[in-house]
């Protein structure tokens, strides 16, 4: 069973403040998703990254692969209060016609205005 | 708007009372999926489908059934609610077609709570 683990799992800061996800497994993955979900929302993809050590900007978010593709970390640079939501990263396996996913449980971001 | 349309949004069942969600998309996808969401232990796939007539289980199976008699609808069956089924349920489509990666598109979910 692939595990994805995030962190940290809760983290509230200042607007303007910079700010780094983790996602971390001992597994392999042929990609890596990243997720934002806002209450009583559903969860909107972000990006997706499929090569080892790939670095994707989307704004103020930095996301990048390992080289390994094992992780990946999501980086918010001047965060805003609109930043606010919950985080979550998803592995995509190497095997399996249906490509399931192993999703993270997630970090609940909290930007103070 | 083009997207995955899930009902009831918020529902109240008594436990053993049975009931099914509803779940839709209207972007040709062949994969549809039934995840639940509980605090802490992020997204769970119960069950789910790569095609009209074919499903199979997720990580958390047991409790729930699900058809897939056409592209567009893939509903989730509790059969006999039990509180531990008290959670918030998402419904999610993606193209399989080519070798990219799975990218999921989610509806709004769905709040159970099971007395």
């Known amino acids: 069973t692939q595990l994805l683990e995030q962190s940290p799992q809760f983290l509230s800061i200042q607007e303007g403040e910079n700010l780094t996800v983790y996602c971390n497994s001992s597994s392999v993955f042929s990609s890596l998703q990243w997720y934002r979900q806002e209450p009583g929302e559903g969860p909107v993809l972000l990006v997706t990254?499929?090569?080892?050590?790939e670095v994707k900007k989307l704004k103020r978010l930095t996301f990048q692969f390992g080289d390994a593709r094992k992780d990946s970390s999501l980086h918010i640079t001047a965060a805003q209060p609109g930043d606010t939501g919950l985080y979550l990263c998803a592995g995509g396996p190497f095997v399996g016609s249906a490509r399931q996913l192993t999703f993270g449980s997630g970090t609940q971001l909290t930007v103070l205005p | 708007n083009a997207g995955v349309t899930q009902t009831p949004k918020f529902q109240v069942l008594k436990t053993g009372q049975s009931m099914t969600l509803q779940c839709a998309q209207d972007?040709?996808?062949?994969?549809m999926s039934w995840y639940r969401q509980d605090p802490g232990m992020g997204l769970r796939l119960i069950h789910y489908s790569v095609g009209a007539g074919i499903t199979d289980q997720g990580e958390v199976p047991n409790g729930y059934n699900v058809s897939r008699s056409t592209t567009e609808d893939f509903p989730l069956r509790l059969l006999s609610a039990a509180p531990s089924q008290t959670s918030v349920y998402f419904c999610?489509?993606?193209?399989?077609?080519?070798?990219?990666?799975?990218?999921?598109?989610f509806g709004a979910g769905s709040r159970l709570t099971v007395l």
């Open positions: 999610a489509s993606s193209d399989l077609r080519g070798l990219g990666a799975n990218v999921l598109t």
């Open positions: 972007m040709n996808h062949e994969y």
């Open positions: 990254v499929v090569t080892g050590g």
